[in-house]
């Protein structure tokens, strides 16, 4: 099983900063890397998949990079409504594996 | 509109069993891989199973291997949590998920249920 390690695992960030959150797997998964949001009692939603593919609907300051075992999220100017918990999430092999979680919050 | 409904959580005791339904709807159900993935209270996200599309691929996660069951029918555009022998650690919210690929090779959840509560606890 690959384990998924995000750091930090808390973030405290001001409105209109620019926030990044890595991600790194404990082997390569090539870009099978996909990165989902969740407020508080919400169920999940993608952000991003392969890496770096912005889903449909998803804003545009949110951008992903990486590939092998590093990855990054950043959101280039952070608005009221990120602020919320994100996960990274292998899918190179089964299971599929989460990060613990990063919890992005009001500074 | 693409909309996932879980239902059947509850309070059970440990060592009882539970069964999940998620239906589907606002999307040709049978085109797609899904998942059922929980969240402990506080804690993140585990994936737990999957079922491909006609239902004859199947994968669990260790922790729940052998005392879970999933399935789905497509006719009633529903996937399905059979859960046995329930353990104190088995306490989430479960998520039935929809997964998206381009097909051999990437795949993500895309679409996800509201999640139904199940709480072991004698």
């Known amino acids: 099983e690959i384990e998924m390690t995000q750091s930090p695992s808390s973030l405290s960030a001001s409105v209109g900063d620019r926030v990044t959150i890595t991600c790194r797997a404990s082997?390569?998964?090539?870009?099978?890397l996909n990165w989902y949001q969740q407020k508080a009692r919400k169920a999940p939603q993608v952000l991003i998949y392969?890496?770096?593919s912005l889903e449909s609907g998803v804003p545009s300051r949110f951008t992903a990079s990486g590939s092998g075992t590093d990855f990054t999220l950043t959101i280039i100017s952070l608005q009221p409504d990120d602020f919320a918990t994100y996960y990274c999430?292998?899918?190179?092999?089964?299971?599929?594996?989460f990060g613990q979680g990063t919890r992005l919050d009001v500074k | 509109q693409v909309h996932l409904v879980e239902s059947g959580g509850g309070l059970v005791k440990p060592g009882g069993s539970l069964r999940l339904s998620c239906e589907a709807s606002?999307?040709?159900?049978?085109?797609?891989?899904m998942s059922w993935i929980r969240q402990a209270p506080g804690k993140g996200l585990e994936w737990i199973s999957d079922?491909?599309?006609?239902?004859?691929?199947?994968n669990y996660a260790d922790s729940v291997r052998g005392r879970f069951i999933i399935s789905r029918d497509n006719a009633k555009n529903s996937l399905f949590l059979q859960m046995n022998s329930l353990r104190d650690e088995d306490t989430a919210v479960y998520f039935c998920?929809?997964?998206?690929?381009?097909?051999?090779?990437?795949?993500?959840?895309?679409?996800w249920g509201q999640g139904a509560l199940v709480t072991v606890s004698s």
């Open positions: 998920a929809r997964e998206a690929a381009v097909p051999g090779t990437y795949n993500w959840f895309d679409a």
């Open positions: 606002g999307f040709p159900f049978s085109d797609y891989y």
């Open positions: 079922i491909s599309i006609s239902g004859t691929s199947i």
């Open positions: 082997q390569s998964v090539g870009t099978y």
């Open positions: 392969a890496a770096s």
């Open positions: 999430q292998q899918t190179y092999t089964t299971p599929p594996t």
